[in-house]
């Protein structure tokens, strides 16, 4: 759990137990039959498809969406999931926005894409609502063994892949519950009804995949043993480390990893005993930013500011979820870089934000031109990084460049028998679907390798 000091300013309980679920119900409802139908008959199940070239895993729009129009769900499903497992969740949570629809034939003529992201929700639903296992079959045993450390996307998808072409693997995590960021680290109107836990569940169906929790690298897992025990290793270990603001301050009470509070509030079995600030400052302007700032203004703080240092056009965050920041009373304050933390009785109680500028070179300067916000809460939601001490001392032979471990196409990294994928390697995207394609391409490489 988040360590939070309560003050007067903040609290648990701010909202009636009926506004928790309203606030956080789901975000796009599943749609009607009648719907889904209405909207399937859109598409122009375009020849060269762009949207499928627009998809980090290939998915044959097209063929799904046409599946959907003649009342094939279960057809359609099963499209989807021969290039994506965890094509429920990134349903839920792809920027399809500026993926897939992006480049939809209706949103260039029309402004008025196909809404691809709730027609792959509809068919996946529908498929996993009907049928509690994965729509394949395991291979028989090929005897080989394979350990995929890290059970987010990339590791879940890696370890279905390798199980479905009949390798025993054996999946690690550090935390209780499977699923990385899918369990731990979305918005909770994203992903409502325990879906990341079923999907999970749905994944592991397949068989072969045996379970091992309460182990990360460097506590409990050495990479050297791992190496020697299995006949291949892919890591999905994520980015265990956040950056800090580096501000005289930052230790005061109430200065809070984003990450960790979202975590908190996936967790909750009651939101009413979250306590929340007022007045909330949100340092960043990436999704991990618009995510919390939302949800601490679902939970009843008054006031909610993300500040982010340069133009909103340069934010991380797609356009989606900064109009869903906005319209849900959230304040982005632009141009604006912190500059000091000020507090009271070791509590934060208000921030300063220094004006920024961008030199004729195009780098960051101050102004000298000081903005003060009252703050109660402020969260650091300025990146992620690679703890490279997890690798147990392995990170002079393997491959690190700008604190990301180096993988091939293949996502092999300089050690001949470990892959890697998702957000530790170097490239990621930071999306649920690009970590997924990682761990099927390096699926398909340890395959290749260890049947050779």
Not at 106 to 126: C, F, M, S
Not at 435 to 452: F, H, M, P, Q
């Amino acid at each position: 759990m988040t360590e939070l000091n309560a003050t007067p300013d903040v609290a648990a309980g701010r909202l009636k137990t009926e506004e928790y679920a309203d606030n956080f119900s789901d975000l796009h409802p599943l749609l009607e039959p009648h719907e889904a139908y209405v909207e399937a008959d859109r598409c122009y199940f375009c020849y060269d498809a762009p949207c499928v070239q627009a998809c980090p895993t290939s998915i044959d729009i097209p063929l799904f969406i046409r599946q959907i129009s003649t009342g094939n769900e279960i057809g359609s499903a099963r499209t989807i999931f021969d290039q994506n497992i965890l094509g429920g969740m990134c349903a839920r949570v792809c920027p399809t926005e500026t993926l897939c629809e992006q480049v939809c034939v209706r949103e260039v003529a029309e402004g008025k894409p196909v809404k691809i992201g709730q027609l792959q929700r509809y068919a996946t639903d529908h498929f996993m609502n009907a049928r509690e296992q994965t729509p394949f079959e395991r291979a028989p045993s090929t005897g080989k063994k394979v350990a995929v450390v890290g059970a987010g996307p990339a590791g879940l998808s890696c370890a279905h892949r390798l199980a479905v072409h009949g390798h025993d693997v054996t999946l690690f995590d550090a935390r209780p519950k499977l699923g990385g960021l899918n369990e731990y680290g979305i918005a909770s109107y994203k992903s409502v009804d325990d879906f990341a836990a079923r999907e999970v569940d749905f994944i592991l169906s397949i068989g072969g995949i045996t379970v091992e929790t309460g182990k990360r690298l460097g506590e409990g897992l050495d990479l050297a043993e791992l190496r020697a025990t299995y006949d291949a290793v892919f890591l999905g270990i994520g980015l265990s480390g956040v950056n800090s603001l580096g501000l005289e301050g930052e230790d005061k009470d109430n200065v809070i990893d984003a990450v960790d509070y979202i975590s908190d509030l996936r967790q909750s079995q009651d939101l009413g005993t979250l306590p929340v600030g007022r007045n909330i400052v949100v340092i960043g302007g990436g999704m991990t930013a618009v995510d919390i700032a939302v949800q601490t203004k679902l939970l009843g703080a008054d006031e909610v500011t993300i500040a982010y240092r340069r133009g909103q056009e340069r934010m991380n965050a797609s356009e989606y979820e900064q109009h869903l920041a906005q319209t849900s009373g959230v304040r982005i304050l632009t141009w604006a870089q912190p500059h000091a933390i000020k507090g009271e009785n070791g509590h934060v109680s208000a921030i300063e934000l220094e004006r920024t500028a961008e030199t004729e070179d195009g780098k960051l300067a101050g102004t000298g031109e000081i903005v003060t916000l009252p703050a109660d809460m402020v969260f650091k939601a300025v990146g992620q990084t690679l703890v490279q001490s997890d690798l147990n001392g392995t990170a002079a032979s393997i491959s690190i460049e700008r604190g990301r471990i180096v993988v091939s196409d293949e996502r092999q990294t300089s050690l001949p028998d470990v892959w890697a994928g998702g957000d530790c390697v170097l490239g990621g995207e930071d999306l649920t679907v690009a970590a997924v394609e990682d761990g099927k391409v390096a699926a398909e490489s340890i395959n290749r390798a260890l049947s050779a």
